[in-house]
């Protein structure tokens, strides 16, 4: 299957329909520890929108791989060097645009593959959602890790919110990306057992206030790239569920 990208406009009209879908890769910009480039998000992103369509596409529907959201919300990590962040209206107004673009050109569904869990950016996503879902009546899919029932299915250092940079993480960079991983740096790593959710919970609303000084919490040197693969197949499969619930 073709990126939309990469698509002329009367190969995209012809992949457009009621029947199709398509997958929006929304990452970020941000800071992820010593080890990890600025784009690990947008990398996350990118697999899961692959291993979703792959499955989507072998069960007949028809779908395209939307250019990646590298640009949004990323308040947690704004002090550290390199991270981009925008306003969360900007993020929630560049989505409904986005949504308004497919819903003009008859695509049946927005379905979004997303790998950043700070929580303003989760929050502009709900928000988008809600109103694209209410002013443009296009059908959305948009399974946030970050919540029940799709957190539960991932890894226990996931689960216990130590989630950012860590082996969950660092693992699928290995897998996707493993030139762009810092072996030397990941590996003399001290783990980080520091829970980001309980952080946010107790109103922390930056890495350094939630004790991650260098911008990773979790278990890094642990990370392997077949933990990154099982984890792609995972997300794949999530997104997949999620599209064919809003389907039904
Ligand atoms: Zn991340």
Not at 34 to 39: A, D, G, K
Not at 117 to 139: F, K, Q, W, Y
Request: hydrophobic share 45%.
């Amino acid at each position: 299957m073709q990126p939309l990208a990469a698509m002329t406009w009367e190969e995209a009209r012809d992949a457009a329909g009621p029947a199709s879908a398509a997958i929006l890769p929304v990452g970020a910009i941000e800071a992820h520890g010593p080890h990890l480039p600025l784009e690990t998000d947008v990398i996350i992103a990118q697999a899961m929108a692959r291993a979703g369509a792959t499955r989507l596409a072998a069960r007949g529907s028809r779908v395209v791989i939307l250019p990646p959201l590298t640009y949004t919300t990323a308040g947690f990590a704004h002090g550290f060097a390199g991270t981009i962040s925008l306003r969360p209206e900007t993020v929630t107004a560049t989505l409904l645009d986005i949504a308004g673009s497919l819903t003009r050109h008859g695509f049946g569904m927005l379905a979004i593959a997303n790998g950043h869990l700070d929580p303003m950016h989760l929050a502009s996503l709900e928000v988008a959602v809600n109103a694209i879902r209410r002013e443009l009546g296009l059908t959305v899919a948009f399974p946030n890790l970050a919540a029940k029932p799709w957190a539960l299915r991932l890894s226990d250092e996931f689960k216990s919110g130590a989630c950012h940079a860590g082996q969950f993480e660092t693992s699928i960079v290995m897998a996707e990306r493993p030139e762009l991983v810092r072996e030397a740096a990941m590996a003399a790593l001290p783990g980080n057992p520091v829970s980001l959710s309980r952080a946010i919970r107790d109103g922390r609303t930056s890495f350094e206030e939630a004790g991650g000084a260098r911008a990773y919490f979790g278990f890094p040197a642990q990370a392997t790239a077949e933990e990154g693969r099982e984890t792609v197949e995972i997300l794949g499969a999530i997104l997949d569920e999620s599209v064919q619930a809003e389907l039904k």
